[in-house]
T-cell receptor
Framework: SQTIHQWPATLVQPVGSPLSLECTVE??????LYWYRQAAGRGLQLLFY??????ISSEVPQNLSASRPQDRQFILSSKKLLLSDSGFYLC???????????FGNGTRLTVT | QKEVEQNSGPLSVPEGAIASLNCTYS??????FFWYRQYSGKSPELIMF????GDKEDGRFTAQLNKASQYVSLLIRDSQPSDSATYLC??????????FGGGTRLMVKP
C-alpha cells in the first residue's frame, strides 16, 4: 500500500532563517506531488505541484521554492523565512487525473 | 477564478441525526469531486469521491452530485461525536487541478 512521509512534524524558526521540508512517498511510482499551506483557520492554498522529476509548477509567487530530485521525493525550501510563512504545510500525492489526493501528516511551521 | 463554496458553519447536529454538508462550484467543466475530513490540528483525510450524477453511499456517508445545479453534498447518517471535524469539498476541473472549499465545521453534540 502507498504511504507518504513528511517531516518534521513541528518546526520553530526565526525570521530570515532557511527552511527545508521533505516529503517522500512509498508504494507507488511517478506520483503527482503537491505542497499546500493552510494558515490558521483558513483553507488550503496550493503552493507547488509536480508531475515528474525536475518538473515543478508554482501556483503562488513567494519566497518559497520546491524541488523534486527523485521520483518519490518532494522538497519545499526557503532561503529566508518571513513571519507570513507560518502555517501548516501539507505534502500530498495522487495517482493522476481523477485520482484523490492523499496527504501527509503535515508540518506546523512557526516563524518567530 | 474557479470557486468552491462551503458554509463555514459551525453546523451543529445532535448525536444520531443526519448531518448535511453542501458545496457549490463555479466551473461547469468539473469532473471529479472529493470530500475530506480534517480534525483540528491534523491533515485532511479522504472520505469519499464521486464522479457521476446521483448518490454514492459508503457506510454512514452518502455523497450526492448534481452537475446541472453545480452542487455536491455529503450526508452523514447517525452522526457521532467523533464525526465532529471540518469537512472539505474539493473539485477537480477539466485541467485536472483541484480546488478546495474553505470547509464546513461540523459539531455533533452528545
Amino acid at each position: 500500500s502507498q504511504t507518504i512521509h513528511q517531516w518534521p512534524a513541528t518546526l520553530v524558526q526565526p525570521v530570515g532563517s532557511p527552511l527545508s521540508l521533505e516529503c517522500t512517498v512509498e508504494g507507488t511510482s511517478n506520483p503527482n506531488l503537491y505542497w499546500y499551506r493552510q494558515a490558521a483557520g483558513r483553507g488550503l492554498q496550493l503552493l507547488f505541484y509536480s508531475v515528474g522529476i525536475g518538473q515543478i509548477s508554482s501556483e503562488v509567487p513567494q519566497n518559497l521554492s520546491a524541488s523534486r530530485p527523485q521520483d518519490r521525493q518532494f522538497i519545499l525550501s526557503s532561503k529566508k523565512l518571513l513571519l507570513s510563512d507560518s502555517g501548516f504545510y501539507l505534502c500530498a500525492w495522487s495517482g493522476g487525473p481523477a485520482s484523490p489526493l492523499h496527504f501527509g501528516n503535515g508540518t506546523r511551521l512557526t516563524v518567530t | 477564478q474557479k470557486e468552491v463554496e462551503q458554509n463555514s458553519g459551525p453546523l451543529s447536529v445532535p448525536e444520531g441525526a443526519i448531518a448535511s454538508l453542501n458545496c457549490t462550484y463555479s466551473d461547469r467543466g468539473s469532473q471529479s469531486f472529493f470530500w475530506y475530513r480534517q480534525y483540528s490540528g491534523k491533515s485532511p483525510e479522504l472520505i469519499m469521491f464521486i464522479y457521476s450524477n446521483g448518490d454514492k453511499e459508503d457506510g454512514r456517508f452518502t455523497a450526492q452530485l448534481n452537475k446541472a445545479s453545480q452542487y455536491v453534498s455529503l450526508l452523514i447518517r447517525d452522526s457521532q461525536p467523533s464525526d465532529s471535524a471540518t469537512y472539505l469539498c474539493a473539485v477537480e476541473d477539466a485541467g485536472n487541478m483541484l480546488t478546495f472549499g474553505g470547509g464546513t465545521r461540523l459539531m455533533v453534540k452528545p
